[in-house]
């Protein structure tokens, strides 16, 4: 899977390293292939904050030589090198072209227009491969979540609730 680019960060595919390196400990740097070669990327400890209770079950359905978690990128910054958050789909494309996706950021880079640059790549490339609907969902008590996919040209397309997060704002990108 190839890396994405935005203006000021790099999306770089999930890889069996980090997620080895981050379940044995938190505040690291690793070696990391990017579009300009091999680089070290600093992983703060607080990254990748939700997602990690999911890295063991990530890692587990990596099978034999499978480097990478499909669909799921890192976003880092492509001026200090540093992990800001990690994004991707949660599933697969279903019958009617529509992909879901999810993401988050470290409590330090939220609020500086990261996630909204993040989301719009990884939503350019998936209509690139012919997703013809992204979709994702927001806790209501999240506006900012909200706001960013907005920002990306989501529109709000209904409610819903789930055990963990209560009601839901469900969004839609064609």
Known sequence: MPALLSPRLLLLPL???????????????????????PQSVYFPPEWPGDPLPLFPVLLAELVGAQD???GTFVLVH?????????LGVKGGVNGQGEQEIGYGLTPEARGRGYATEGVGALVTHLHGTGVTTVTAQTAITN???GRVLQRTGFRLVGTAH???????????HT
């Open 15 to 37: 890889r069996r390293a980090v997620l080895e390196r981050r379940l044995s400990g938190a505040g690291f740097s690793l070696p990391l292939p990017t579009p300009g070669g």
């Open 68 to 70: 990478e978690v499909d």
């Open 78 to 86: 492509r001026g200090h090198l540093s992990a800001l958050g990690q």
């Open 143 to 145: 506006p900012a979540s």
């Open 162 to 172: 789930s055990e963990q997060d209560g009601p839901l704002n469900l969004w839609a």
